[in-house]
């Protein structure tokens, strides 16, 4: 039995088998979670070495597959590992592993609750409990990929929680459900199908108090950590509790209605020339159809599965083009990335960041947490329609977190046969072949006209033959076509002919895609496509292929080629025509994850070092302009020159600064990897310096955590002490903000150290500051004045203004929370005096608010209403809506207090409307505030307001 509900744990006739050291075990685990499937070297070694793997990493990864060879050899198993294409499959029959058992059981659970069987369920389900030992593959070292695997078996194993005290309410033993349910609903207090359980098993013992006490503590914990109120689950149980007991549910609302819901349109365009797949197009709109006609408004999904090319996207997205007007709530769209060359898929975290920045919320509001992350989407799709297309997926787990919780329709491509989906979500499979020959005749007719096909049949005929009727290939041959249309259809099936003859000496990067028949080997197919570039082109191509994806903009391109602007614009549009790359918006350009495989073969000895070299430095020259312009770095080492070849695109501003920081993120954390792996290394933490005001003021705060250990890793090889401090204390500050304290703490002694080993004053300086940060988030006020006073001093001694300013700015605002104004209003002046001499427009905002604030305490409310509006000012050129609309609402308070009721209105009207247009909760005070103000009977005079 392989048990992974728990500690990872093997038993082979009755005996437990060895399995040997961590990473063996990580191994291991993989191989199980992903049974019967063969597990790729690139894949295992990612698992094992997340950021950064030894040379030895294939030898090793094989030493450890070895070792577990034997060991179940010993056992009498010695084929239950076996070698599989460039990596190992682990065959696994269901009653072997107690995960494939679990999911047995819930399935025969509620197979047995659908035909009226309650007690019979109710066995299963308890059955089913008994399996786990703890959290799944608890004390394995997981990466992306167990994580995201012993994640949904988690939430599958407290679903099975809820179930089961369902079914014994239903049973009319609630008595038996309510200490599995009190214990689930403290551990995971936003689980709001739990905490309905709990209610209405309360209101079968009769305590309707208790139950409706359940819903009160259960809003306020949703509002307190998600800005949210309670979804339908819950709300239908409040009033099944109330109209039991002949009560009027209390309005928890807005007294003004709340903004309307964003509505996203994030599909990408449909193929104007898309073809046949009418049986597949039928299958959908039938199953559509028959789930509007259900007894209750539970989610769709369907999964859209295949090998590359096939066309999977291209269904997908022509469907839902056809179907979108049933779905008015909007739609979301993300490229998962499960099969990029690169091999980074996209985590379900950050797609669920993406999503949740569609839907209009706020990155403050953003929950670090996978799972918080999950159930804040879920809670915004709550009673609403919207289409969710998960393109490219890499298998059931990485999907599971994305799925909508009802009432919508997810969408889901994948090379894999998410067989995970259709039997626990039940999943509607639909399974795409290539084309049929009449179709694949359509799809060059549509593409190069009938004539020209009638003019040569058999050539055309021979074109189908040779591209193997994939859609991929024959698009990129009717580009060709297209193009040349003095090219007669004969040379380009000749062509083809020649570039399927087998060649042994072809590089392995599609080795998945290579087959005995040559008319099937996408190799050859792409070949003929290539050969006819011009060596521009073709050159640009080589190179796009080594980036990380999924896109890159025009500038990048053009210094990974060491090319001028218009060079390389004349190379992708070439690209654009032939179908070998794709236009997108925002001046991007993608890649199919095969055609860069492809082009990644034909990179020449030589070629790759130097063009990555330049496309590192490109992102970190543009990265450092754009982060001085969001915020000073002054203290940093200034970069050396660009590299020969680079030419960095110039930022007008900090606007045009967080643009390109928007665009480029998918690609930078991929770019510091890169850097980290090259030498000179010094790109690396150049970079992920660079990278971190952005990425911190974003929330982007996981992603930055990874970036900043790569480079870590970097300056800690290179051996130099200074960069190693800098990267230390810069994840210390995304560890503050994270909320993981300890952490923050640890790294921050080492930087002190460090920064006093190598006599840094300045970055001792900046240490101090963020200790100072460290202790204030922790309400340690007297040890965060402490390090404020130590930073100041060390500020003073390097003559670095700015700093002191800051620190001064930071020892007001302390002594401002512990009421002591006056002092604070001498320390807040003193920051702003030496602001005023210096250039930092966002530290001095800070600043005029930090003192707008401590002149309203002390009853100036004219002086504090002419503070708050300088600090507008500075906020409103540095783009920073947050602290704009923070900043509106200090203002209006300080007018209010003036008896200026008519100007506090209009400031907090323009604060909730910023508000309203983050997603942020506080939105709903401002409008209670709103509504409780008094209304003048006269003018009243100005406080001192303009309007900004």
Same mark, same amino acid.
């Given at each position: 039995m392989f048990a992974v509900l728990g500690p990872l744990r093997v038993h082979l006739d009755g005996e437990p088998v060895s399995l040997g050291a961590k990473k063996q075990r990580t191994v291991l685990a993989l191989l199980v979670a992903r049974a019967n499937r063969t597990v790729g070297l690139d894949d295992l070694i990612d698992e094992v070495w997340p950021d950064d793997p030894p040379e030895s990493a294939v030898a090793n990864v094989r030493t #450890?597959?070895?070792?577990?060879?034997?060991a179940f050899a010993a056992a009498g198993s010695p084929d239950v590992i076996v070698r599989s294409g460039d990596g190992y499959q682990l065959t696994l029959d269901p009653p @072997?592993? *107690?995960?494939?058992?679990?999911? *047995?059981l819930r399935q025969r659970a509620a197979d047995a609750r659908a035909g009226g069987d309650l007690a019979g369920s109710a066995r299963l389900l308890e059955e089913a409990g008994r399996l786990w030992r703890g959290s799944a593959l608890a004390g394995v070292a997981a990466g992306t990929r167990l994580r995201a695997y012993a994640a949904a078996l988690d939430e599958a194993q407290l679903a099975t929680v809820e179930e089961l005290a369902e079914v014994r309410v239903d049973l009319g033993a609630a008595a038996a459900a309510l200490p599995a349910l009190r214990e689930l609903v403290t551990a995971h207090p936003l689980r709001e199908r739990a905490q309905a359980l709990l209610m209405?098993?309360? +209101?079968?013992?009769?305590?309707?108090?208790? %139950?409706?006490?359940? #819903?009160t503590e259960a809003r306020a914990a949703l509002v307190e950590h998600l800005g949210v109120e309670p979804g339908p689950v819950l709300r239908a149980a409040q009033r099944e509790i109330l109209a039991a007991t002949a009560a009027e549910p209390p309005d928890p609302g807005p007294k003004e209605p709340a903004p309307a819901p964003v509505r996203p349109a994030q599909l990408p365009g449909d193929?104007?020339?898309? @073809? $046949?797949?009418? $049986? +597949?197009?039928?299958?959908?709109?039938?199953?559509?159809?028959?789930s509007r006609n259900g007894p209750s408004p539970a989610v769709l999904i369907t999964a859209i599965a295949g090998t590359a090319g096939v066309g999977k996207t291209a269904l997908a997205v022509h469907w839902a083009h056809r179907i979108r007007e049933s779905f008015p709530d909007g739609q979301l769209y993300v490229n998962l990335r499960g099969f990029d060359p690169s091999g980074s898929p996209v985590g379900a975290a950050e797609a669920l960041r993406g999503f949740l920045d569609a839907l209009g919320v706020a990155a403050e509001r953003v929950p670090p947490d996978l799972a918080e992350r999950a159930a804040l989407y879920r809670s915004l799709l709550a009673d609403r329609r919207l289409l969710v297309v998960l393109d490219n997926a890499r298998d059931a787990g990485q999907v599971r977190p994305l799925l909508p919780g009802s009432s919508s329709l997810a969408v889901v491509t994948s090379r894999s046969d998410l067989a995970g989906l259709v039997v626990s979500e039940g999943a509607l499979p639909v399974v795409l072949d290539v084309l049929p020959a009449h179709e694949a005749h359509a799809l060059l007719v549509r593409r190069m006209g009938a004539r020209r096909l009638a003019a040569e049949p058999e050539a055309a005929r021979e074109i189908v033959t040779r591209c193997a009727r994939l859609p991929l290939a024959l698009a990129v041959v009717a580009a060709r076509a297209v193009l040349r249309p003095d090219l007669p259809l004969a040379t380009i099936a000749a062509d083809l002919r020649e570039a399927m003859r087998p060649d042994p000496s072809r590089s392995a990067d599609l080795a998945p895609f290579r087959q005995a028949d040559p008319a099937t080997d996408l190799r050859s197919v792409f070949a003929s496509s #290539? =050969?006819?570039?011009?060596p521009v082109p073709a050159r640009v191509f080589r190179l796009i292929g080594l980036t990380p994806g999924p896109d890159i903009g025009l500038p990048a391109v053009a210094s990974l080629a060491g090319y001028p602007l218009d060079r390389a614009r004349a190379a992708l549009d070439a690209l654009v025509a032939a179908n070998l790359v794709v236009a997108l918006p925002w001046g991007r350009f993608g890649l199919h994850d095969l055609l860069r495989a492809y082009a990644r073969e034909q990179v020449g000895a030589g070629e790759a070092e130097p063009a990555l070299r330049r496309l590192v430095d490109h992102y970190t020259h543009v990265a450092d302009a754009g982060s001085r312009l969001l915020h000073s770095r002054r203290g940093h080492e200034p970069l050396p020159d660009p590299v020969p070849g680079v030419v960095p695109p110039a930022l007008a501003d900090a606007a045009d600064a967080l643009r390109w920081f928007a665009h480029e993120r998918p690609l930078l954390v991929d770019a510091v990897r890169t850097a980290a792996r090259s030498r000179p290394a010094r790109a690396a933490w150049d970079l992920a310096l660079a990278m971190y005001? !952005? !990425? #911190?003021?974003? $929330?982007y705060l996981d992603q930055a955590v990874d970036a900043l250990r790569?480079?870590?890793? %970097?300056?800690?090889?290179?051996? *130099?002490? @200074?960069?190693?401090?800098?990267?230390? =204390?810069a994840l210390a500050g995304m560890y503050v903000r994270l909320g993981r304290v300890g952490e923050a703490g640890d790294e921050l002694r080492l930087t002190a150290e460090l920064f006093e080993a190598v006599g840094d004053r300045l970055e001792r300086a900046h240490t101090q500051g963020t200790l100072a940060q460290l202790n204030y988030s922790t309400g340690e006020f007297d040890r965060a004045l402490e390090f404020s006073e130590s930073a100041r001093e060390l500020y003073r001694e390097v003559g670095h203004r700015n700093g002191e300013a800051r620190t001064l700015n930071a020892i007001g605002w302390i002594h401002a929370q512990r009421g002591d104004f006056e002092k604070a209003?001498? !320390?807040?002046t003193g920051a702003l005096d030496l602001h005023q001499a210096g250039d930092d427009r966002v530290d001095a905002a800070h600043a005029w608010d930090s003192l707008g604030y401590v002149q309203h305490q002390l009853g100036r409310f004219a002086d504090a209403v002419a503070s708050f509006e300088e600090a507008l000012l500075r906020f409103r050129e540095s783009g920073d809506r947050y602290e704009e609309a923070s900043t509106l609402e200090n203002l209006g308070a300080a007018q209010a207090d003036a008896g200026d009721v008519t100007a506090a209105a209009d400031a907090w009207r323009r604060a909730a409307t910023i508000l309203d247009d983050l997603g942020h909760p506080a939105a709903a005070t401002l409008r209670d505030r709103l509504a409780n103000l008094p209304q003048p009977t006269t003018p009243v005079a100005s406080s001192g307001s303009a309007a900004p």
């Open positions: #450890y597959a070895a070792n577990l060879r034997r @072997t592993c *107690d995960a494939l058992v679990f999911d *047995d209405r098993a309360l +209101h079968r013992q009769g305590d309707v108090a208790a %139950a409706l006490r359940v #819903y193929l104007p020339a898309f @073809t $046949g797949r009418a $049986g +597949h197009l039928r299958q959908l709109d039938e199953a559509l159809a028959a #290539y =050969r006819a570039l011009d005001v !952005f !990425f #911190y003021r974003q $929330g790569a480079a870590l890793g %970097a300056a800690r090889g290179a051996g *130099d002490r @200074t960069a190693e401090a800098q990267v230390r =204390r209003l001498v !320390f807040c």
